[in-house]
């Protein structure tokens, strides 16, 4: 998952804990569930919100999480052109007429990137003590033969590329049966699917939106702004604090009072700061110094963005200055952040 | 010391009551700012009005029903422990009609809501048995919500107990779910009580409802309130971050169910711990980076990045590491790294940081061991703020300039909430389905009581603004103080200057208002705390009227100073820090309030009001936990000792937590009749007045019946939940001061009213709420009223209104005084005078 602005849809997601499993990763921008059992995905929808700390710390992409009511055998256009589709366990509770119509839906129809399909192995049953179905509503268990040749065939008729794989290893002594799960994973051969293709055939809504929630992120402007005002205060009140204690230390040298305390002696406590590569402290060490005029303290812009946590944010001085410009006070020309050197609780730490 | 108090009030803003009392000259306090998670504060308040709970039986329908319900760990608030008790139907003169009638009529608004029931309508409580028995509390929810016939009923559940909205058909239900694993269990459905809508329980359900309606319109539940994180102000100078929200109740009011709001912001700030932990280290340095660490930190509450869950600090374990490894649920043992890899795809950048431990608490009331949790400090935001930083002014004014919001401001806020819970599609839903209907806001009538004449040594004023007097009675001369010939100061080399034009200042302001200064012996001394002390234990000897301190600055001078002349050698002290003396133009203001305080302290009287009870005794009360003992309380007492209310006698005392606060009222009580029989023959009827919760009615009653006297007890509480606006030309104004409310927003078993007594010239006006829970004086309640805003207006540290009687305030400024810096009892020899001011 290399690739950015990933769409994922998870057909049957029932109490939808795939999808609380995918929203932490970065590069997803939609997720979306589908499932006939409306009451479980509004119940379960709540837990899909953001986290109170997605507003301090916002995901670098947009997320939008949907569930929809609907089942995997209609066609809804939203879900068209997806990178990935996921069935985990599901298609053993179709009935024959649904997993005729699934594969035309799934892979004909929407037509994603990749599909994941994970079914039972029956293999796999007489090492459970009751042998029958493994669920009431299972239509079907099939064996490893039965699940390949049916995923060999959908994937020749709309042509895809499949591997096979599963979970949950076998104990000793019955290798022979393999994986509890069985999974098949399809590629789409020639990739993703193109824009023309999707845009012919949208507006088919059958699913129900049941719930709906958007990631603050830092794609949206107010929240860029914040993060950006924070770290830079942060690097600058840093920057501040390190320049104090150095004019202390010089003082105390020339005072001849052994300056107490630098650096890292004790073992005991860790060395707290960020770590930087080589290439960053060249990078910090080339870019213009802050510096004092007077009771006040400059920080260039070039210095802030000299910093990789800033550099990721914003990598241009312009773009950087008209981001902060109502937060922070900047130098009447604009290239440097201005703040007092002393400040009132300074006196706590004996500046 | 004007500005001292103020620093020193500032410095304690996190004790929620201290943060609201110590300041009532300034304007009210933002509408309740979250300083610190309120969850774990007030639970010595909960100590007393639980005795008082048990004692009345008869009042409670349902006392099993609600101590089941706290054995399965929901929070039952103060509000909910109260209700039950009731105390009006004992008072036989308000057993009919508690309010007054004297005064203005005045039309406001108020942050009540009608929340609407159908008649009848009832809650169906039952009791939930799982066979086998099933641990999870997730689990059984599930297994229950997957029939039909619960889930689509309006329901509220927590592992054991069921509400319904609607009767089930029969009495028992049984009925059987499959687990994931194919296990069948059994569950039974019992009907154990069928809930009327004003009982305490079915209170509890509804905040339980509304907490589901604000999450649905994208609130967040942080301790007992609920903000919205997408709108936040932000506050980038001082790291910190605000989220807006409302602070919402529902509760029974005299004869409907009202839902309240109040806007309520939460603090939080805009780094890590691990981001404030590297600061700290570049502040501090190494040598007592650990120490300053951890008291800044432990007691604060985080917000982990990868949940929606609040943890406090209890420790920091600097010897665990995140490549350190722990056992998790499942036996397996994992690295703290690739455990947050594993589960929530997060790579943590600094594997040297320590790691903090929070004691989580226990679900049920049993006594298994606390567990504990390790966070990372990298996954963790701070919430509230730092002891260091609520004292640094220009942060607090900062928050404070965010957070404070006019009547028109708080009122479209209202607005706005009420109009979104009518609007949300799924709140409609959740409402509806329990028959409940959320109706307008509630206007009601209040009255404003005649403004109070103060009385001077020969002049009389009626002030323009009862809120503050101060220029009205520039020229006037106080009541009566004795002249101050023997005095000290003690200031260093650099003030000297500032030190003798202050004293020129004062002795001018001193003789037009009628108190003789002398010149002081002024001694210097060495700036540093050990020469201050050193020179005022040699100097100071008894027959020193008073002594005057102008400290370079802090803390170590004040309390060591503060401590030797309060108790080791009573003598009455004014410290002064040397930066208020330099503001220039503001010399005169400052000598004429320190004169005051001077003249208190030497038993003077300032200013009084017309009392029209002959030989009242009026009683603050007041207690402050000891900064620094945890197991230990401060009681202070403050009692009036003339007819006219205007000379104090003022006494604490230290003890156990854990004792009854009841018990030394007795000591106080004797001890203050003893010093009565110099200055008053008898004794008729007396006025307490209480902090909330002191649990003390009984022993009061006991005391006062050995003296045969007649008394009152009131209990003042600063935080309430009505607000009340009036209309104004289309925009909305605090109400009027002397404003009373004593119907529709007060409670039925209760002799109650609301008093609005200070005034705000920024923000939303707190009113104060005072509860009679005790009054054989048989006053009428116009009377208890007036005589209560009388009190308001006697606090001599300030030349105007306060929001509390002025005893309570003077109980308060005791108890902060010992329990801050004294830790120790004061001398007797100075309970005459108001020494602590």
């Not at chain 2, 932990?277 to 650990?290: A, E, R």
Request: proline content about 5%; glycine content about 4%; hydrophobic content about 35%.
């Amino acid at each position: 998952m290399e690739d950015k602005n990933i769409q994922v849809a998870d057909l049957g997601c029932g109490d939808t804990s795939l999808i609380r499993l995918l929203k932490v990763y970065p590069c997803i921008e939609l997720l979306v569930g589908v499932d006939i059992d409306e009451d479980k995905l509004r119940w379960r929808g709540d837990k899909l919100s953001p986290f109170m700390g997605d507003f301090l710390k916002p995901r670098d992409l947009d997320l939008t999480i949907t569930l929809y009511h609907g089942s995997a055998v209609e066609r809804d256009s939203r879900l068209l052109g997806f990178d990935l589709i996921t069935c985990i366990e599901l298609i053993e509770h179709l009935d024959s007429g649904d997993l005729a119509r699934f594969p035309e839906v799934v892979f004909g129809y929407l037509s994603p990137a990749m599909v994941v399909i994970s079914t039972p192995n029956s293999e796999f049953n007489p090492l459970f003590p009751i042998v029958t179905l493994r669920d009431s509503d299972h239509k079907f268990e099939w064996n490893r033969m039965e699940f390949q040749t049916w995923s060999l065939y959908v994937a020749k008729c709309y042509n895809y590329s499949v591997e096979f794989t599963g979970v949950g290893e076998p104990p000793a002594g019955a290798e022979s049966v393999g994986f509890c799960t069985q999974i098949g994973i399809f590629r789409k051969n020639g990739g993703r699917a193109t824009e023309s293709c999707v845009s012919e055939q949208h507006h088919h809504h059958v699913y129900k939106a049941v719930f709906t929630t958007s990631y603050p992120s830092l794609k949206q402007e107010r929240f860029l702004r914040l993060v950006l005002v924070n770290e830079v205060s942060q690097q600058v009140e840093s920057l501040r604090v390190r320049y104090l204690r150095r004019l202390k230390e010089q003082e105390d040298r020339e005072s001849g009072n052994e300056p107490k305390d630098t650096g890292c002696s004790d073992t005991h406590i860790p060395c707290f700061g960020p770590v930087f590569t080589e290439d960053e402290k060249a990078r910090i060490e080339k870019s213009p110094k802050p510096f004092c005029v007077g009771d006040k303290f400059f920080v260039p812009l070039q210095r802030l963005l000299a910093y990789p946590k800033l550099n990721r944010l914003c990598a241009e001085e312009e773009m950087m200055r008209s981001v902060i410009a109502d937060s922070v006070d900047l130098s009447v020309d604009g290239s440097a952040v201005v703040v007092d050197l002393h400040y009132y609780s300074d006196y706590v730490f004996d500046f | 010391m004007s500005g001292r108090a103020r620093v020193r009030a500032r410095g304690l803003a996190r004790s929620p009551r201290a943060a609201e009392v110590g300041r009532p000259q300034a304007s009210p306090s933002p509408p309740s700012v979250d300083l610190s998670d309120n969850e774990a504060s007030s639970s010595s308040d909960f100590v007393g009005t639980k005795r008082t709970l048990q004692k009345d039986e008869d009042g409670i329908s349902s006392g099993d029903v609600r101590s089941n319900f706290m054995e399965r760990g929901v929070k039952i608030g103060r509000n909910f422990m109260d209700l039950g008790i009731c105390t009006r139907e004992k008072l036989a003169h308000v057993k009919d009609c508690k309010t007054g009638s004297s005064g203005i009529p005045v039309k406001l608004v108020t942050n009540l809501f009608n929340l609407d029931l159908p008649q009848n309508w009832q809650l169906y409580q039952y009791h939930v048995t799982y066979s086998p028995d099933l641990e999870s509390r997730r689990l059984r929810t599930a297994l229950l919500y997957s029939h039909s016939e619960i889930s689509n009923k309006a329901k509220a559940f927590d592992g054991a107990i069921l509400f319904l909205s609607r009767k089930l058909e029969e009495k028992v239900t049984e009925l059987s779910s499959e687990t994931h694993r194919g296990e069948t269990v059994k569950m039974t459905l019992t009907l154990t009580s069928e809930v009327l809508s004003s009982s305490p329980v079915c209170i509890q359900v509804f905040n339980i409802i509304f907490k589901k309606i604000l999450k649905k319109l994208s609130m967040y539940q942080i301790g007992r309130n609920y903000y919205n994180p997408s709108e936040p102000v932000e506050i980038p100078q001082h790291k910190l971050s605000l989220w807006p929200g409302f602070a919402i109740s529902i509760s029974q009011f005299e004869s409907r169910l009202l839902f309240s709001a109040n806007v309520s912001y939460k603090v939080l700030r805009n780094e890590t711990v691990l981001e404030f932990m590297t600061d700290l280290y570049h502040k501090t340095g190494v040598s007592c980076f650990t120490e300053t660490c951890e008291k800044q930190l432990m007691g604060l509450i985080v917000l982990t990045r990868y949940n929606n869950k609040t943890y406090r600090i209890d420790d920091i374990d600097w010897s665990v590491r995140p490549t350190h490894t722990f056992k998790k649920r499942d036996g397996t043992e994992i690295t703290y790294v690739d455990y947050y890899e594993q589960q929530y795809n997060i790579t943590l950048s600094d594997l040297n940081q320590p790691l903090l431990v929070s004691l989580l608490k226990s679900k049920r009331n049993d006594n298994t061991e606390a567990r504990i949790a390790h966070l990372i400090p990298e996954l963790c935001f701070l919430t509230g703020l730092t002891s260091q930083a609520t004292s640094d002014f220009q942060l607090m004014k900062a928050v404070a300039d965010e957070t404070r919001i006019s009547p028109l401001g708080q009122q479209q806020r209202l607005a706005r909430l009420a109009d979104s819970i009518q609007r949300n599609k799924d709140a409609h839903f959740e409402l509806e389905n329990w028959g409940l209907h959320f109706g307008g806001q509630m206007s009601l009538t209040g009255r404003v009581v005649p403004s109070e004449k103060i009385f001077l040594q020969d002049h009389v004023c009626q002030p323009v603004s009862a809120a503050d007097w101060s220029k009205d009675i520039r020229t006037c001369k106080i009541l009566s103080v004795q002249p101050l010939n023997k005095w000290l100061v003690f200031c260093s080399n650099r003030t000297e200057n500032g030190t003798e034009s202050f004293v020129n200042c004062l002795k001018r302001v001193g003789s037009s208002m009628g108190f003789n200064v002398s010149y002081p012996k002024i001694i210097k001394v060495q700036e540093n705390p050990a020469a201050f002390f050193r020179a005022v234990q040699q100097h100071v000897d008894p027959d020193v009227q008073l002594v005057m301190c102008i400290l370079p600055s802090d803390q170590n001078y004040y309390n060591s100073i503060k401590k030797y002349l309060s108790c080791d050698c009573p003598v009455p002290s004014q410290c002064i820090l040397a930066r208020t003396l330099n503001k220039q133009g503001m010399m005169m203001s400052i000598a004429t309030r320190v004169a005051m305080q001077m003249a208190c302290k030497l038993e003077g009287e300032l200013w009084a009001v017309e009392i029209p009870l002959k030989s009242l005794m009026v009683v603050g009360i007041d207690v402050c936990k000891d900064a620094f003992r945890k197991e230990v309380v401060v009681v202070g007492f403050v009692a009036s000792v003339n007819p006219r209310i205007t000379r104090w006698f003022s006494r604490c005392i230290i003890q156990k937590a854990t004792t009854d606060i009841a018990d030394c009222l007795k000591v106080f009580m004797t001890a203050r009749c003893s010093a009565k029989t110099a200055v008053q023959r008898r004794m008729q009827g007396s006025h307490f007045l209480t902090s909330p919760g002191l649990g003390l009615s009984s022993s009061v009653t006991e005391s006062s019946s050995n003296t045969s006297s007649r008394l009152s007890v009131i209990v003042v509480r600063r935080k309430c939940v009505p607000r009340f606006f009036t209309e104004m030309s289309r925009t909305m104004e605090n109400p009027p001061l002397g404003t009373v409310v004593d119907s529709q927003a007060t409670r039925s078993e209760w002799y109650d009213f609301y008093l609005i007594s200070q005034a705000a010239s920024r923000g939303t006006v707190n009113p104060t709420y005072y509860n009679v829970i005790y009054d054989d004086n048989g006053l009428k309640p116009d009377h208890m009223q007036r005589l209560t805003f009388k009190m308001c207006h006697l606090y001599y540290n300030w030349m105007g209104l306060i929001s509390i009687p002025a005893p309570c305030l003077y109980a308060h400024k005791l108890t902060f005084l010992v329990a801050q810096s004294i830790h120790k009892e004061p001398s007797l020899e100075l309970a005459n005078s108001l020494f602590y001011l």
